[in-house]
T-cell receptor, first 113, second 112 residues
Framework: KAGVTQTPRYLIKTRGQQVTLSCSPI?????VSWYQQTPGQGLQFLFE???????NKGNFPGRFSGRQFSNSRSEMNVSTLELGDSALYLC????????????FGQGTRLTVV | AQTVTQSQPEMSVQEAETVTLSCTYD???????LFWYKQPPSRQMILVIR??????QNATENRFSVNFQKAAKSFSLKISDSQLGDAAMYFC?????????FGGGTRLMVKP
Protein backbone atom coordinates (compact mmCIF):
# COMPACT_ATOMS: atom_id res chain seq x y z
CA LYS A 1 0.00 0.00 0.00
CA ALA A 2 1.52 3.32 -1.03
CA GLY A 3 2.06 5.88 1.70
CA VAL A 4 1.19 9.54 1.78
CA THR A 5 2.90 11.39 -1.04
CA GLN A 6 3.68 15.07 -0.90
CA THR A 7 5.00 17.07 -3.83
CA PRO A 8 7.22 18.84 -4.28
CA ARG A 9 9.70 17.93 -1.55
CA TYR A 10 11.51 21.25 -1.69
CA LEU A 11 10.44 24.66 -2.90
CA ILE A 12 12.02 28.10 -2.96
CA LYS A 13 9.75 31.09 -3.55
CA THR A 14 10.08 34.85 -3.42
CA ARG A 15 8.11 37.10 -1.06
CA GLY A 16 4.78 38.08 -2.54
CA GLN A 17 4.48 34.99 -4.74
CA GLN A 18 1.97 32.23 -4.22
CA VAL A 19 2.56 28.51 -3.90
CA THR A 20 0.56 25.31 -4.19
CA LEU A 21 1.49 22.13 -2.37
CA SER A 22 0.02 18.74 -3.15
CA CYS A 23 -0.81 15.72 -1.01
CA SER A 24 -1.97 12.30 -2.16
CA PRO A 25 -3.38 10.30 0.76
CA ILE A 26 -3.30 6.58 1.34
CA UNK A 27 -5.81 4.79 -0.84
CA UNK A 28 -9.18 4.65 0.90
CA UNK A 29 -8.47 7.49 3.30
CA UNK A 30 -10.98 10.33 3.09
CA UNK A 31 -9.43 12.73 5.57
CA VAL A 32 -6.43 14.92 4.79
CA SER A 33 -4.95 17.33 7.30
CA TRP A 34 -2.21 19.90 6.89
CA TYR A 35 0.31 21.02 9.48
CA GLN A 36 2.99 23.68 9.52
CA GLN A 37 6.22 22.91 11.36
CA THR A 38 8.66 25.68 12.27
CA PRO A 39 11.47 25.83 14.86
CA GLY A 40 9.74 28.69 16.66
CA GLN A 41 6.09 27.66 16.65
CA GLY A 42 6.45 23.90 16.43
CA LEU A 43 3.73 21.84 14.76
CA GLN A 44 0.53 23.77 14.12
CA PHE A 45 -2.70 22.54 12.57
CA LEU A 46 -3.77 24.35 9.42
CA PHE A 47 -6.95 22.60 8.28
CA GLU A 48 -8.58 19.26 7.66
CA UNK A 49 -10.60 18.12 4.67
CA UNK A 50 -12.98 15.20 4.70
CA UNK A 51 -14.91 14.11 1.62
CA UNK A 52 -14.09 17.36 -0.19
CA UNK A 53 -15.33 19.56 2.68
CA UNK A 54 -13.24 21.56 5.10
CA UNK A 55 -14.16 20.07 8.44
CA ASN A 56 -11.69 21.78 10.77
CA LYS A 57 -9.62 24.92 10.54
CA GLY A 58 -6.68 26.16 12.58
CA ASN A 59 -5.77 29.71 13.46
CA PHE A 60 -4.03 30.82 10.28
CA PRO A 61 -4.72 33.88 8.10
CA GLY A 62 -6.87 33.67 5.00
CA ARG A 63 -3.74 33.56 2.81
CA PHE A 64 -3.65 29.86 3.66
CA SER A 65 -6.31 27.89 1.84
CA GLY A 66 -6.88 24.37 0.69
CA ARG A 67 -9.13 22.07 -1.17
CA GLN A 68 -9.78 18.39 -1.64
CA PHE A 69 -10.70 16.61 -4.81
CA SER A 70 -13.10 13.72 -5.35
CA ASN A 71 -10.17 11.26 -5.30
CA SER A 72 -9.22 12.63 -1.83
CA ARG A 73 -6.06 14.28 -3.09
CA SER A 74 -5.59 17.66 -1.45
CA GLU A 75 -3.84 20.88 -2.31
CA MET A 76 -2.78 23.70 -0.05
CA ASN A 77 -2.26 27.19 -1.36
CA VAL A 78 -0.44 30.07 0.26
CA SER A 79 -0.83 33.47 -1.38
CA THR A 80 1.29 36.60 -0.93
CA LEU A 81 4.12 34.68 0.66
CA GLU A 82 5.94 36.15 3.64
CA LEU A 83 9.36 35.24 5.02
CA GLY A 84 7.64 33.75 8.06
CA ASP A 85 5.88 31.19 5.88
CA SER A 86 9.17 29.34 5.49
CA ALA A 87 8.47 25.98 7.09
CA LEU A 88 8.04 22.27 6.67
CA TYR A 89 4.47 21.58 5.60
CA LEU A 90 3.23 18.15 6.57
CA CYS A 91 0.20 16.38 5.25
CA UNK A 92 -1.51 13.54 7.10
CA UNK A 93 -4.19 11.15 5.95
CA UNK A 94 -6.56 8.99 7.92
CA UNK A 95 -9.97 7.38 7.72
CA UNK A 96 -11.36 10.42 9.50
CA UNK A 97 -11.98 8.94 12.94
CA UNK A 98 -10.20 10.72 15.83
CA UNK A 99 -8.93 7.54 17.42
CA UNK A 100 -7.16 6.22 14.38
CA UNK A 101 -3.63 6.74 13.26
CA UNK A 102 -2.82 9.69 11.06
CA UNK A 103 -0.21 8.71 8.47
CA PHE A 104 2.15 11.50 7.56
CA GLY A 105 3.95 12.32 4.36
CA GLN A 106 7.59 13.38 4.31
CA GLY A 107 6.64 16.99 3.97
CA THR A 108 7.37 19.88 1.66
CA ARG A 109 10.16 22.19 2.74
CA LEU A 110 9.17 25.72 1.67
CA THR A 111 11.75 28.48 1.78
CA VAL A 112 10.63 32.06 1.15
CA VAL A 113 13.41 34.49 0.19
CA ALA B 1 -8.74 24.93 23.25
CA GLN B 2 -6.30 22.19 24.07
CA THR B 3 -2.68 22.66 25.03
CA VAL B 4 0.07 20.05 25.19
CA THR B 5 3.31 20.63 27.08
CA GLN B 6 6.52 18.67 26.88
CA SER B 7 8.81 20.07 29.55
CA GLN B 8 11.98 18.30 28.43
CA PRO B 9 13.41 19.85 25.24
CA GLU B 10 16.23 17.30 25.22
CA MET B 11 16.93 13.95 26.85
CA SER B 12 19.73 11.46 26.54
CA VAL B 13 19.89 7.77 27.41
CA GLN B 14 22.53 5.09 27.30
CA GLU B 15 21.90 2.29 24.83
CA ALA B 16 19.94 -0.58 26.46
CA GLU B 17 18.76 1.63 29.32
CA THR B 18 15.26 2.99 30.00
CA VAL B 19 14.10 6.57 29.51
CA THR B 20 10.82 8.35 30.24
CA LEU B 21 9.57 11.35 28.27
CA SER B 22 7.02 13.60 29.95
CA CYS B 23 3.86 15.14 28.54
CA THR B 24 1.02 17.05 30.16
CA TYR B 25 -2.07 18.42 28.52
CA ASP B 26 -4.99 20.63 29.31
CA UNK B 27 -8.50 20.11 28.00
CA UNK B 28 -12.13 20.34 28.96
CA UNK B 29 -13.01 17.43 26.69
CA UNK B 30 -13.99 14.11 28.23
CA UNK B 31 -13.55 11.95 25.14
CA UNK B 32 -10.19 12.22 23.44
CA UNK B 33 -7.16 10.32 22.27
CA LEU B 34 -3.47 10.72 22.97
CA PHE B 35 -0.55 9.78 20.78
CA TRP B 36 3.21 9.72 20.78
CA TYR B 37 4.83 10.35 17.41
CA LYS B 38 8.48 9.97 16.50
CA GLN B 39 10.17 12.20 13.92
CA PRO B 40 13.61 10.97 12.84
CA PRO B 41 15.95 13.12 10.70
CA SER B 42 14.05 11.97 7.61
CA ARG B 43 11.19 14.19 8.95
CA GLN B 44 8.62 11.42 8.53
CA MET B 45 6.25 11.40 11.51
CA ILE B 46 5.75 7.85 12.74
CA LEU B 47 3.14 6.77 15.28
CA VAL B 48 4.76 5.13 18.31
CA ILE B 49 1.76 4.47 20.54
CA ARG B 50 -1.82 5.61 21.15
CA UNK B 51 -4.09 5.78 24.21
CA UNK B 52 -7.85 6.20 24.39
CA UNK B 53 -8.82 8.45 27.30
CA UNK B 54 -11.72 6.20 28.32
CA UNK B 55 -9.38 3.24 28.79
CA UNK B 56 -7.75 2.98 32.19
CA GLN B 57 -5.22 0.39 31.07
CA ASN B 58 -1.95 1.86 29.90
CA ALA B 59 -1.05 1.13 26.27
CA THR B 60 2.01 -0.95 25.44
CA GLU B 61 3.75 -1.56 22.11
CA ASN B 62 6.82 -3.77 22.42
CA ARG B 63 9.53 -1.64 24.11
CA PHE B 64 7.24 1.40 24.33
CA SER B 65 4.68 1.94 27.06
CA VAL B 66 2.78 4.88 28.49
CA ASN B 67 1.83 6.01 31.96
CA PHE B 68 -1.56 7.68 31.51
CA GLN B 69 -2.87 9.60 34.50
CA LYS B 70 -6.18 11.09 33.39
CA ALA B 71 -6.90 13.08 36.55
CA ALA B 72 -3.46 14.62 36.44
CA LYS B 73 -3.66 15.05 32.64
CA SER B 74 -0.32 13.39 32.25
CA PHE B 75 0.80 11.05 29.46
CA SER B 76 4.42 9.97 29.68
CA LEU B 77 6.26 7.62 27.32
CA LYS B 78 8.65 4.98 28.60
CA ILE B 79 11.19 3.47 26.21
CA SER B 80 12.83 0.30 27.49
CA ASP B 81 16.06 -1.25 26.19
CA SER B 82 16.83 1.91 24.19
CA GLN B 83 18.35 1.40 20.77
CA LEU B 84 20.39 3.72 18.56
CA GLY B 85 17.46 3.82 16.14
CA ASP B 86 15.28 5.39 18.83
CA ALA B 87 17.19 8.67 18.49
CA ALA B 88 14.68 11.21 17.15
CA MET B 89 12.29 13.99 18.07
CA TYR B 90 9.31 12.71 20.02
CA PHE B 91 6.01 14.56 19.99
CA CYS B 92 3.07 14.06 22.29
CA UNK B 93 -0.24 14.80 20.58
CA UNK B 94 -3.88 15.22 21.59
CA UNK B 95 -6.87 14.53 19.36
CA UNK B 96 -10.46 15.38 20.27
CA UNK B 97 -11.97 16.30 16.94
CA UNK B 98 -9.90 15.17 14.00
CA UNK B 99 -7.17 17.69 14.58
CA UNK B 100 -3.94 16.92 16.36
CA UNK B 101 -2.52 19.36 18.90
CA PHE B 102 1.19 18.72 19.39
CA GLY B 103 3.58 19.44 22.20
CA GLY B 104 6.86 21.21 21.50
CA GLY B 105 8.78 17.96 21.23
CA THR B 106 11.63 16.24 23.06
CA ARG B 107 14.87 15.46 21.27
CA LEU B 108 16.08 12.04 22.40
CA MET B 109 19.74 11.18 22.02
CA VAL B 110 20.93 7.61 22.48
CA LYS B 111 24.55 7.08 23.53
CA PRO B 112 26.30 3.89 22.41
Amino acid sequence: KAGVTQTPRYLIKTRGQQVTLSCSPISGHRSVSWYQQTPGQGLQFLFEYFSETQRNKGNFPGRFSGRQFSNSRSEMNVSTLELGDSALYLCASSNGQPNTEAFFGQGTRLTVV
Amino acid sequence: AQTVTQSQPEMSVQEAETVTLSCTYDTSESDYYLFWYKQPPSRQMILVIRQEAYKQQNATENRFSVNFQKAAKSFSLKISDSQLGDAAMYFCAFNAGNMLTFGGGTRLMVKP
